[in-house]
């Protein structure tokens, strides 16, 4: 079985993959993260039969936009799969779009998960791997992938903290040894900073807005805290009028921005300061030397670095490619598996 495995190992590029709520990113062994596309899957039912239509991109594209006959849906919800067949789907054709020789090799793939998934979701996300081609399928936790993706010295016997803030969650870590001395994971990430948004504008201007509309408004001037104006920059956006249900345009502030995402911000600073507390004394000195490190799409929000300064008065720094960490990261263990190979769980 062993020789089997090394013979199929030889034809096919092993690969790490990032399974995110919002964006799946794949890496290959040796070339580095070759693949980042929304996980998206848009399909239509017909005969009680789901067909796909578009994966990715494409299929971005259809959400809020799509005809009753068709169904753009995220399979990931919160870290974790919420549509089995789906994700199975979205899974095969990424390894397929990667995978461009034979169909006779199979990778090994490593994918991370979220520290507070349940055993049940965890073999949910092994099982779809497994179905979408791998020989082998292995999990690391979400933490322990991103401080490796940010550089950060895990292996050494002193304190990292890491913050990873997600589509669905934002994972708090603890980390030493190689290990994670204390996770916390809060179901707070980019989809929450976006519903805050369409919320405060139904509230506040009786206008409705769609999910793109909300994550445009977040990328170009979303910010953790109030700009010192007391304004900011502003930007015209457009969506229906709920009192008399016609298409307007109208315009919204930095500061307005600010107030609607200020509680899922405040709900990402409790998360660390209960971290904090939670840490063994020794460890929090490390952390007091080193600060805190975010990755994730969500560090790149606006002065969310100095929200959280301000918070814990600890020095707090964004991750090169925060995007890209988890992958990476996950990418760095298939690389270096006999180092990490305590990380990596291969059999739950």
Same mark, same amino acid.
């Given at each position: 079985?062993?020789?089997?495995?090394?013979?199929?190992?030889?034809?096919?590029?092993?690969?790490?993959? +990032?399974? %995110?709520?919002?964006? &799946?990113? @794949?890496? !290959?062994?040796?070339? #580095?993260? *070759?693949?980042?596309?929304? =996980? /998206?899957?848009?399909?239509?039912?017909?005969?009680?039969?789901?067909?796909?239509?578009?994966?990715?991109?494409?299929?971005?594209?259809?959400?809020?936009?799509?005809?009753?006959?068709?169904?753009?849906?995220?399979?990931?919800?919160?870290?974790?799969?919420?549509?089995?067949?789906?994700?199975?789907?979205?899974?095969?054709?990424?390894?397929?779009?990667?995978?461009?020789?034979?169909?006779?090799?199979?990778?090994?793939?490593?994918?991370?998960?979220?520290?507070?998934?349940?055993?049940?979701?965890?073999?949910?996300?092994?099982?779809?791997?497994?179905?979408?081609?791998?020989?082998?399928?292995?999990?690391?936790?979400?933490?322990?992938?991103?401080?490796?993706?940010?550089?950060?010295?895990?292996?050494?016997?002193?304190?990292?903290?890491?913050? +990873?803030? %997600?589509?669905?969650? &934002?994972? @708090?870590? !603890?980390?030493?040894? #190689?290990? *994670?001395?204390?996770?916390? =994971? /809060?179901?707070?990430?980019?989809?929450?900073?976006?519903?805050?948004?369409?919320?405060?504008?139904?509230?506040?201007?009786?206008?409705?807005?769609?999910?793109?509309?909300?994550?445009?408004?977040?990328?170009?001037?979303?910010?953790?805290?109030?700009?010192?104006?007391?304004?900011?920059?502003?930007?015209?956006?457009?969506?229906?009028?709920?009192?008399?249900?016609?298409?307007?345009?109208?315009?919204?502030?930095?500061?307005?921005?600010?107030?609607?995402?200020?509680?899922?911000?405040?709900?990402?600073?409790?998360?660390?300061?209960?971290?904090?507390?939670?840490?063994?004394?020794?460890?929090?000195?490390?952390?007091?030397?080193?600060?805190?490190?975010?990755?994730?799409?969500?560090?790149?929000?606006?002065?969310?670095?100095?929200?959280?300064?301000?918070?814990?008065?600890?020095?707090?720094?964004?991750?090169?490619?925060?995007?890209?960490?988890?992958?990476?990261?996950?990418?760095?263990?298939?690389?270096?598996?006999?180092?990490?190979?305590?990380?990596?769980?291969?059999?739950?």
């Amino acid at each position: 079985m062993f020789g089997l495995d090394r013979f199929l190992g030889a034809f096919s590029a092993d690969m790490a993959i +990032d399974l %995110g709520t919002a964006n &799946t990113l @794949v890496y !290959v062994k040796g070339r #580095g993260v *070759i693949l980042s596309e929304p =996980s /998206v899957v848009a399909y239509h039912v017909k005969d009680g039969q789901k067909k796909v239509l578009a994966v990715g991109e494409d299929a971005k594209l259809m959400l809020g936009r799509t005809p009753g006959s068709i169904e753009a849906i995220r399979p990931m919800r919160e870290g974790v799969i919420a549509d089995f067949d789906v994700a199975e789907e979205m899974i095969k054709h990424f390894i397929r779009k990667v995978h461009k020789r034979s169909t006779f090799s199979k990778p090994k793939i490593i994918v991370c998960v979220p520290h507070g998934a349940t055993p049940v979701e965890k073999r949910a996300i092994r099982q779809s791997v497994l179905s979408a081609g791998a020989r082998k399928a292995g999990l690391i936790a979400e933490p322990i992938a991103a401080a490796i993706g940010a550089g950060m010295p895990i292996t050494d016997p002193t304190g990292s903290m890491v913050v +990873d803030i %997600g589509g669905g969650t &934002t994972e @708090v870590a !603890v980390l030493s040894l #190689g290990d *994670i001395v204390y996770a916390r =994971s /809060v179901r707070v990430g980019g989809d929450r900073m976006d519903e805050a948004i369409i919320n405060y504008l139904r509230r506040q201007q009786n206008l409705l807005i769609g999910e793109s509309t909300a994550e445009r408004i977040k990328t170009s001037i979303g910010t953790a805290r109030m700009p010192d104006d007391g304004r900011g920059s502003s930007m015209q956006i457009r969506g229906r009028d709920l009192l008399n249900g016609v298409p307007k345009e109208t315009e919204i502030s930095q500061a307005q921005v600010a107030e609607a995402l200020a509680e899922p911000v405040q709900t990402i600073c409790e998360a660390v300061m209960t971290a904090l507390e939670a840490t063994p004394p020794d460890l929090a000195a490390d952390i007091v030397d080193r600060g805190v490190m975010l990755t994730g799409g969500g560090a790149l929000l606006g002065d969310l670095d100095l929200a959280l300064r301000e918070q814990t008065g600890l020095a707090v720094s964004i991750a090169d490619e925060s995007l890209n960490c988890v992958a990476l990261g996950t990418g760095k263990a298939l690389e270096y598996e006999k180092q990490l190979r305590h990380a990596i769980d291969y059999d739950s």
